[in-house]
């Protein structure tokens, strides 16, 4: 049974960098067609696809936060982690982790973490 856990701060002040992680157990994040994307919700809007890192360590991240977010993986500590640099009260959001498995996709959310509420707040 995958399960995924996010962890961060979950007060960010302007202008400084977001950093979360996402634990996952149950599966190697490297095995075989494994994906695993970052997605948020702000207050009173919908989901937002924010990238994803697929099991061979590529990833693809949304035209418009491509320039202030970095996503990657620790293989060792079965990790991925969520970069957003430069933040503004316009990315405060519950930030969700989840996955699934299967080849020349990664859209299909098949496992969701539990999401982390993240307030930019000075």
């Known amino acids: 049974q995958v399960q995924l856990q996010e962890s961060g701060p979950g007060l960010v002040k302007p202008s400084q960098t977001l950093s979360l992680t996402c634990t996952v157990s149950g599966d190697s994040i490297d095995a075989n067609n494994n994906y695993w994307n970052w997605v948020r919700q702000p207050p009173g809007k919908g989901l937002e696809w924010m990238g994803v890192?697929?099991?061979?360590?590529?990833?693809y991240a949304s035209p418009s936060l491509k320039s202030r977010t970095s996503i990657s993986r620790d293989t060792s500590k079965n990790q991925i982690s969520l970069q957003l640099i430069s933040v503004t009260p316009e990315d405060t959001a519950v930030y969700y982790c989840?996955?699934?498995?299967?080849?020349?996709?990664?859209?299909?959310?098949?496992?969701w973490g539990q999401g982390t509420q993240v307030t930019v707040s000075s």
């Open positions: 890192i697929f099991y061979d360590g590529s990833t």
């Open positions: 989840n996955g699934g498995k299967g080849s020349n996709k990664y859209t299909t959310y098949d496992y």
